[in-house]
């Protein structure tokens, strides 16, 4: 086991690279690249709030995107350690989280107007924006993006929301229509999502629900 030492404030989301190269974010705006052996490479002040999103948006590791609670994304430059680009939500609304693809090419940011916004990499302008009505946010959301195969157009992502009724809903990108949904335990709330071409995972509670993306719950 190793421990990376180096933030001082609470850490709040972190990201393994391609290449195994881990960063962090903390609750003080800072992100921290880590090196082999839990070494501390480089530092960046990347926002003025808690970061609460940190993904790689290219193979070899260079850039780097990160969101937060001031309701901005910026993409780094992890090789001079600079911003190459800054995006502000309307009225800067905090961002709650913030995936990438596998093949690099779209970035999702979820915010707390329940606006669902997908970013064509590496220019990160012109959004798709879809408004779920039924997401009615009064805790962290946690989303991810999850490529469905060959098909053009035809990405799928997971929005999972935390709230009084808890549900995790899974919806194509190309069409904006609900694929799957998910309702978890009462009195919980979604606490991670993830899953595959074929399935998408919600987990809240002492419960993990299946869903096929034929809509049908397992």
Known sequence: MVNFIGHTSPVVCITVGPKSRVVSGAVDGTVILWGRGGIMVGTLQAHQLAVTGVRHIDTDCTML????????????????????????????????DLDVDTHFTRLLVYALDNGIRIYTLPDVDAPTILVGSHLAVTRLVRASLIPTGERAGRDTFIVATGNDNPIGTVYDASTGKARGIAAMPEGSYVAAAAGT??????????EVVIVPLNGKRR
């Not at 910026?74 to 009225?91: A, F, H, I, N």
């Not at 071409?197 to 002492?206: L, P, Q, R, V």
């Open 197 to 206: 071409a074929e399935w998408a995972a919600f987990a809240g509670g002492n």
């Open 65 to 96: 995107a990160t969101a937060s609670l001031d309701g901005m994304v910026r993409v780094w430059d992890m090789e001079r350690y600079s911003c190459l680009r800054t995006v502000s939500m309307p009225g800067n609304i905090p961002i709650t």
